[in-house]
């Protein structure tokens, strides 16, 4: 039901969304709790990218505009919560391709601008990443790269709420 009303036109859904059998089952699905666990984990590991994101960005910095440190590079250890933050991301946009390929309803996900944000905020969270824990790159590009990334991942955030 909920993949055949995503897939009518935007006009439509728009009418659909807001008649009182569509909201009792909207009501009745958010309300379980596997989908209310989904969303809450969503959140935090949402603000745990954005918080561990923002020390370790602001730490490689300081350690690149440092010139008696010999290795601008963070441990693994250290951007672990990134690492695994990226993979719950990537795991979930998977699986719901999967799912979408198994009811031959991909389109939907091809045509959704919410999905290609997400895939950007993973690519860019795991790119700024690798390059802390390499410490390879200019330090001034590196501080300005990282300093547009927070906007998509505050722009995650929002998108989020």
Request: some cysteine; proline content about 3%; overall charge neutral.
């Amino acid at each position: 039901f909920f993949t055949a009303l995503q897939s009518v036109p935007a006009w439509l859904s728009e009418k659909a969304v807001v008649m009182p059998s569509v909201q009792s089952l909207l009501n009745e699905k958010i309300c379980q709790r596997f989908p209310t666990a989904v969303l809450m984990m969503d959140f935090y590991v949402v603000c745990l990218i954005i918080v561990t994101y923002s020390f370790h960005v602001m730490e490689s910095i300081k350690n690149r505009f440092d010139q008696d440190n010999t290795n601008d590079g963070l441990s693994f250890r250290v951007l672990s919560p990134l690492y695994v933050g990226c993979t719950y991301f990537l795991l979930r946009e998977i699986i719901q391709m999967i799912s979408l390929i198994s009811l031959k309803s991909f389109h939907i996900y091809i045509h959704d601008p919410s999905n290609w944000f997400n895939v950007v905020f993973i690519g860019v969270v795991l790119y700024w990443t690798i390059v802390m824990q390499s410490g390879v790159g200019e330090a001034i590009y590196f501080r300005t790269g990282t300093a547009i990334s927070m906007i998509v991942l505050y722009l995650r955030f929002l998108n989020f709420l």
